[in-house]
């Protein structure tokens, strides 16, 4: 409704993303770059939104630009520490393999904001990676 509104800029470039696992592989270049256009858009719209920063990033890491993605979530955590932003930084340092790293923004996420969603699912993730299957379990409730 609102063609300024960057988070829905950033929003969707998340979700044309997405679009790349229902699609032919040989569209995917196309869609991660429309995604990372739309992403810029929305940073270029608002560079004080902590969400679009942080959604550029997860975009940049989906690139193979670990370096780029690593940068924007920065920005978005000196904008915005809340259990989001760290969560998103979280999960892609996870994906990198960043296990520690990824741990202790997951540790920060909940303290932030203890009573929450994903960040349970991806300690777990972190837990396991680290050979840690009894604090996986526990992470579970279980």
């Known amino acids: 409704l609102d063609p300024n509104y ?27 770059e429309r995604a990372h256009e739309y992403a810029k858009k929305a940073v270029r719209l608002d560079p004080a939104s902590a969400q679009s920063a942080s959604l ?6 989906a690139r193979f630009d670990w370096i780029g993605g690593d ?16 969560s998103q930084h979280g999960n892609m340092l996870m994906r990198a393999g960043r296990l520690r790293a990824a741990e202790s923004q997951f ?14 699912l ?16 526990r992470q579970l409730g279980g």
């Open 56 to 61: 550029l990033g997860t975009i940049l890491y």
């Open 71 to 86: 940068e924007a979530h920065a920005r978005a955590l000196a904008l915005l520490a809340d259990r989001s932003t760290y």
């Open 122 to 137: 991806f300690s777990w993730y972190v837990s396991l990676a680290r050979g840690r299957p009894a604090e996986a379990r």
């Open 107 to 120: 540790v920060a996420a909940e303290a932030v904001e203890p009573l929450g969603g994903r960040t349970t």
């Open 6 to 32: 960057a988070v829905a800029w950033a929003e969707l470039g998340i979700q044309t993303a997405s679009t790349q696992w229902r699609s032919n592989p040989e569209d995917a270049p196309a869609i991660m």
